[in-house]
């Protein structure tokens, strides 16, 4: 006969939600800086802006990258991201494509250690070539092809 075997023990899981690490910029966050918080999540405008609008999304619970969230915690920045997205094209007819990233590890050019998601503004004209997005975190690669423009 089948059975659930599944022995993992639940017990606790929730206090974990409420970890914070002393020291963390995001974990001490002011208040004053929150424009959007749940139980999980809050956003800031990033302080040091790539364009108007720039805004992170933060799970509350101390995680060093994307990868170390626990399920929950990715809804409700989703959900924090949508808000916030509709907040933005309310608020400025010139955004016409939005950027979302993380950066997970010192590799990918992580500076704080504690997840958060960067949601970037786009305005038609701002760069002369977007094509590729993403990708142009290592420039020579932002082109899919030699001549690709």
């Not at 420039?139 to 899919?144: A, C, D, I, M, S």
């Amino acid at each position: 006969m089948k059975r659930d075997r599944d022995d993992e023990d639940f017990r606790g899981l929730s206090e974990q939600y409420n970890h914070r690490e002393e020291g963390c910029v995001f974990c001490e966050m002011p208040t004053d800086r929150i424009i959007y918080e749940d139980e999980l999540a809050l956003a800031i405008r990033d302080q040091y802006p790539v364009t108007e609008g720039h805004t992170l999304i933060i799970p509350k619970r101390h995680s060093s990258d994307y990868f170390d969230l626990f399920q929950p915690e990715i809804n409700a920045a989703n959900r924090a991201m949508k808000n916030i997205r509709h907040q933005i094209l309310e608020a400025d007819p010139t955004v016409t494509g939005i950027n979302v990233g993380t950066n997970s590890g010192k590799a990918a050019g992580q500076i704080v250690f504690h997840c958060h998601i960067h949601l970037i503004p786009r305005r038609e004209g701002d760069v002369v070539n977007p094509r590729g997005g993403v990708r142009g975190v290592i420039p020579k690669r932002q082109r899919y092809k030699a001549g690709d423009t």
